[in-house]
């Protein structure tokens, strides 16, 4: 456990899970980074565990930024990652029974993290817990040790999008499932605890009915957003943020330019609530 410190807190981050809205992350690792304040531990779900590991990995807000531009702000990029991340063999992709509707997202990973993400968690600059989710075990699972690659893609392994993900034994699917703002994994780590929640809500489009799809995930959003009330009952983080991605829907990469512009007041709203988690300290300790 961190000594508490009033004139120089340490800070730990729980990057919530959301899909394509968890790029609004990107914000609030530029307003660490501005602020001058490194993490002493991460933790993450789904986008978040990815973005965290970015973090982790030594990237800086500006790095994640100008990748993630780079990559997703042009279709022809994107569409040439995914083309490297196919099958490599009809028996590849027969493995397990042939799946039409799901994408093996450790070969899309592999295809689209950059290469500053190391292989193993022993690697990382800054201590990392992701989440997944044990489907077999009915439990979280939370993995900080060995293959990094494996837990990223067990934690983003979206249901009926991506296939599971097998690993130590284990069935292993979307660590949002169970656990959409891990905060509670950094409890006594560091002084002050910030957390990003991005899971958004389903949100109502005039003249329009919600496809099955748009159900699917907005029914996940309704069951992660009681995961989440259920928790802040018990705990609350330090500071909690939540910007404003509810029009975003989970698979929207290609959308990057309009979450960024959509998002980017969440970075004051961050450096201002540091200012006051730290004053609140100073008062308490005087």
């Known amino acids: 456990m961190t000594a508490p410190s009033a004139t120089s807190p340490t800070f730990a981050v729980a990057f919530g899970g959301g899909g394509a809205r968890g790029l609004a992350h990107i914000h609030v690792i530029e307003a660490l980074d501005e602020l001058g304040i490194r993490p002493v531990f991460i933790a993450g779900s789904s986008i978040g565990a990815i973005m965290g590991a970015g973090m982790a990995a030594g990237m800086t807000g500006r790095d994640i930024h100008t990748y993630a531009r780079d990559v997703l702000g042009h279709r022809a990029e994107v569409a ?3 083309w490297k991340a196919r ?3 009809i028996g590849e992709m027969m493995n397990g029974g042939l799946r039409i509707s799901q994408f093996n997202v450790e070969r899309i990973l592999k295809a689209f993290l950059p290469e500053a993400i190391p292989a193993r968690f022993a690697d990382l600059r800054i201590p990392l817990r992701v ?5 077999f075990g009915h439990e979280l699972a939370v993995l900080e040790q060995g293959d990094l690659s494996s837990a990223l ?3 983003a392994a979206i249901p009926a999008v991506f296939r599971p993900v097998r690993r130590g034994g284990r069935l292993l699917i979307d660590g949002g499932i169970y656990n959409p703002v891990p905060f509670d994994l ?10 990003i929640d991005v899971v958004g809500w389903p949100e109502e489009i005039s003249g329009s009915h919600p496809t099955s799809i748009d159900l699917m995930f907005g029914a996940t959003q309704l069951m992660m957003q009681s995961i989440i009330a259920t928790k802040l009952r018990a705990r609350h983080p330090d500071i909690l943020l939540r910007p404003p991605v509810s029009r975003f829907r989970a698979l929207d990469f290609l959308k990057v330019e309009a979450v960024l512009a959509e998002t980017v007041a969440i970075k004051d709203e961050l450096k201002r609530a540091v200012d006051e988690a730290i004053a609140a300290r100073r008062k308490l300790h005087a």
Do not use: K
């Open 80 to 82: 040439s990652r995914m």
């Open 87 to 89: 099958p490599s063999s």
């Open 131 to 135: 989440t997944a989710t044990d489907y």
């Open 153 to 155: 893609a067990a934690s």
């Open 186 to 195: 950094l409890e006594g780590v560091a002084d002050i605890v910030i957390a």
